[in-house]
């Protein structure tokens, strides 16, 4: 059974950094699978972060995000990583890492395999 487990939520003020990992068990993925950070705060729609092929290409960031958090991959681990720098009261929500084995998906949920459980990130201002 696949599970995606991911941590290092928590509450920070404005312009500090956290990162968010999320390690990855239950099956061996190809490196065309896609691996992303989606985020959905209180009353509002789940929203596509970022993406990364498990081989550490083909990386796409939501233009909210660009130049501020950072996708990464560590395939000895299985993890991905969202290192999060300059954040945002309006960055704050529950991320979420999600998985797609086929490579094929977008930029939004519908399709995304497997999902994690969330973890919360708190921006006070």
């Known amino acids: 059974q696949v599970q995606l487990v991911e941590s290092g939520g928590g509450l920070v003020q404005a312009g500090g950094s956290l990162r968010l990992s999320c390690a990855a068990s239950?099956?061996?993925?190809?490196?065309?699978?896609?691996m992303g950070w989606f985020r959905q705060a209180p009353g509002k729609e789940r929203e596509f972060v970022a993406r990364?092929?498990?081989?550490?290409?083909?990386?796409y960031y939501a233009d909210s995000v660009k130049g501020r958090f950072i996708i990464s991959m560590d395939n000895a681990k299985n993890t991905v990583y969202l290192q999060m720098n300059s954040l945002k009261p309006e960055d704050t929500a529950v991320y979420y890492c999600?998985?797609?084995?086929?490579?094929?998906?977008?930029?939004?949920?519908?399709?995304?395999?497997?999902w994690g459980q969330g973890t919360q990130v708190t921006v006070s201002s």
């Open positions: 999600a998985a797609d084995a086929s490579g094929v998906v977008g930029v939004v949920p519908l399709g995304w395999d497997y």
């Open positions: 239950g099956r061996t993925f190809s490196n065309y699978a896609t």
């Open positions: 990364i092929r498990w081989s550490g290409g083909g990386i």
